[in-house]
């Protein structure tokens, strides 16, 4: 089975809430870290843009929808939700969740683990048609195997084919630093083609700029 991406934008309603969302989505990381090997991401974000300091973004990468399904029975989960029954003025308003197969070959280099402060881009482009979105795919695959090849400090990169909205692709994309996304991998010939084309086929986009502050995106 392909491997299930699991994004939740999470809107806190004050900095008590969002640190609170904070430290218990980590204790869910702690647990996946120590028991569950299957669970190969699973870290908590806050934006870098200075004008949204409340919004919390989780990143979770399973090996299988099965494993996904499992992962709401972990003592942390169960406690995480039981503490968001009890306070459910911890979001000002309705959170967004995105969920993903793999839809082309990804990759997270070994570096990452020992990566400081990555810089993380979670992003979503609407295409107009399924059609339209399977000739990006064509043009994504072979994007995301020179990403890997030839730039380094793109320490990981994955699509995914959203399983409830149609037409969608989901990005999660990890760099060193925000410089290397902008002066390396935006430069990339293949990505500028690859987004010009991007352009008509799939005019809506929503976008991410985050910083990782618990949790794990490589074991």
């Not at 969002?18 to 028991?35: C, F, S, T, V």
């Not at 064509?138 to 090849?149: C, F, I, K, R, Y």
């Amino acid at each position: 089975m392909s491997p299930v991406l699991l994004f939740g934008i999470l809107p806190a309603a004050n900095e008590k809430a969002r640190d609170e969302i904070i430290a218990g989505l980590g204790k869910i990381a702690e647990y996946a870290k120590e028991h569950d090997p299957e669970t190969t991401k699973h870290a908590t974000h806050v934006s870098v843009d200075p004008s949204d300091p409340l919004t919390v973004v989780a990143i979770e990468e399973y090996t299988s929808q099965a494993v996904c399904d499992a992962h709401n029975a972990w003592p942390p989960v169960l406690e995480f939700l039981e503490a968001w029954k009890a306070d459910p003025g911890r979001l000002s308003g309705p959170p967004k969740i995105w969920h993903s197969n793999h839809a082309v070959a990804s990759f997270t280099r070994d570096a990452l683990v020992e990566a400081e402060n990555p810089f993380v881009v979670l992003a979503t482009l609407q295409y107009n048609s399924e059609e339209e979105m399977n000739d990006a795919l064509s043009g994504w695959g072979p994007a995301v195997s020179a990403t890997e090849t030839s730039e380094q400090g793109t320490l990981s990169y994955a699509i995914g084919r959203d399983v409830e909205v149609q037409n969608r692709l989901t990005f999660v994309e990890v760099y060193e630093d925000k410089k290397y996304l902008e002066d390396v991998h935006m430069q990339s010939d293949i990505l500028k083609k690859q987004m010009e084309a991007e352009k008509q086929r799939a005019p809506k986009m929503e976008i991410y700029m985050l910083k990782k502050v618990a949790g794990y995106l490589r074991k």
